[in-house]
């Protein structure tokens, strides 16, 4: 059974500061992977997804990679702005048009 | 492009009564739709996965009879919390997918729904 795990559930930092998030899963089996963000009792929006034959998306100021065999994906926001405060999902597919396995996120606060 | 929409955005209502919460797919056919529901600080929970004009696929431990999830074009996607208890109360989120964009799921805005 897939888990997907995002550690620390919250970080907070400065205006300005480069971060990353990082996401790991159990079975590297997975078709694609994406990141999305969560403001608070809005839905999800994708910021990034990646194919399992990739090893990074870039789209504006942020950098998502992904090592398959390790497990591992890792989200990077350059110079962090008080409105990427959200909280950060990550989730990967198994198959085609499967379902997507969730982290439970991580609640990322930007402080001005 | 790829915007999913949901309607009520919040309902209230009151406990042994039905509600119904509707997912459209506004630019696009979706392949399958699924909804989902998340407790506060969790994770997005899979309820049902459903394809158009079939059965939905329900997740172990969701009950089908109490959730009725009606898939009746490639836009529209509807769930039913029928006989609805204060434990019902949550936001339910849905999405969308369609193979000309590899499958990425697109998700509407969420619906609170509180049972009082």
């Known amino acids: 059974k897939q888990e997907v795990t995002q550690i620390p559930a919250a970080l907070s930092v400065p205006e300005g500061e480069n971060l990353v998030l990082n996401c790991s899963f159990t079975d590297s089996a997975i078709y694609n992977l994406q990141w999305f963000r969560q403001d608070p009792g809005k839905g999800l929006t994708s910021l990034l997804l990646i194919q399992s034959s990739q090893r990074e998306q870039t789209s504006g100021r942020l950098n998502a990679s992904l090592d398959k065999s390790s497990g591992r994906s890792t989200l990077y926001i350059a110079a962090s702005q008080p409105g990427d405060s959200a909280t950060y999902l990550c989730?990967?597919?198994?198959?085609?048009?499967?379902?997507?396995?969730f982290g439970k996120g991580i609640t990322l606060s930007v402080r001005p | 492009g790829a915007v999913v929409s949901q309607h009520p955005s919040r309902v209230i209502c009151k406990s042994g009564t039905s509600v119904k919460i509707e997912c459209r797919s506004l630019d696009f056919q979706a392949t399958t739709m699924f909804w989902y529901r998340q407790f506060p600080k969790k994770s997005l929970m899979l309820m049902a996965t459903s394809n158009e004009g079939s059965k939905a696929t329900y997740e172990q431990g969701v009950e089908k009879d109490k959730f009725l999830i009606n898939h009746a074009s490639l836009t529209l996607s509807t769930l039913t919390v029928t006989s609805a208890h204060p434990e019902d109360s949550s936001f339910y989120i849905c999405s969308a997918s369609y193979r000309g964009r590899n499958y990425e799921q697109y998700f509407g805005p969420g619906t609170r729904l509180t049972v009082t």
């Open positions: 989730a990967v597919r198994s198959g085609a048009n499967s379902k997507l396995t």
